[in-house]
């Protein structure tokens, strides 16, 4: 991935062994992002694979890697948002090449929630990306808008919609005085309800999940 505005000089020099661990964490990674893939395909959901996908999501190496490589390069709040701003650009890309690969939609997923989320999300003293509530809610806007163009094309996309629930919920659980005025939270409740009785067409084996998240919206 590109540094997307971000300077590539730091004041920290990685030796050759600390890129090779990197490197083999990310490899380790990659191989717990195709165990899962594998359970999924079978449609294994046993107490195994819950604890796989824990793992894969706890080993996440960009939840990470990307905070450090940020403060190692000391990059500024402009900096980090013109990285953002890259990075959601290339997972729109790579989500509409093949809305089916978990490891993208999951790379997707951490980026707005480490981003959008009302909440901080990592153990560091401070927010990776720092967007205010308005840049969150025109982020979150703009990705549901154009996931919403692709669920038109996939409208079978577990995946893509799972995603979309969540991208409405974080839009939901923004400070609603401080939403942009175009957001209406009613419209996304409706949608999100919408989605969630897809889910239990295409993934009726965890229509009880479904049907749950359903009744907490009403």
């Excluded at 050759?16 to 191989?31: C, G, H, M, S, V």
């Excluded at 899962?36 to 959901?45: C, E, F, G, I």
């Excluded at 824990?54 to 390069?73: A, C, D, F, G």
């Excluded at 005085?177 to 239990?200: A, F, I, P, Y």
Aim: glycine share 4%; charged share 30%; aromatic share 6%.
């Amino acid at each position: 991935m590109t540094s997307h505005g971000v300077p590539r000089s730091s004041t920290t020099v990685r030796t050759p062994q600390a890129i090779q661990a990197d490197l083999l964490k990310i490899e380790a990674y990659n191989n717990l992002v195709s165990e899962v893939q594998a359970l999924k395909s079978k449609h294994t959901y046993s107490p195994t694979s819950l604890s796989t996908t824990s793992s894969l999501l706890t080993q996440n190496p960009e939840s990470k890697l990307i905070p450090r490589v940020l403060s190692e390069r000391g990059a500024t709040i402009e900096e980090r948002r013109t990285f953002l701003d890259g990075e959601l650009g290339e997972m729109q890309t790579a989500v509409y090449t093949d809305p089916y690969d978990q490891s993208i939609q999951l790379y997707n997923h951490w980026l707005l929630l480490e981003s959008c989320s009302s909440k901080q999300t990592t153990s560091t003293t401070s927010p990776v990306f720092s967007l205010t509530n308005s840049q969150k809610s025109e982020t979150l806007l703009r990705t549901l808008e154009w996931m919403r163009e692709l669920l038109d094309e996939e409208p079978d996309c577990r995946l893509l919609l799972e995603e979309m629930i969540f991208v409405g919920s974080l839009l939901r659980d923004l400070d609603e005085t401080e939403e942009e005025e175009d957001v209406d939270r009613d419209e996304v409740k409706r949608d999100m309800q919408s989605w969630l009785e897809k889910l239990m067409e295409v993934d009726p084996m965890r229509g009880g999940r479904w049907r749950e998240m359903q009744e907490k919206l009403m």
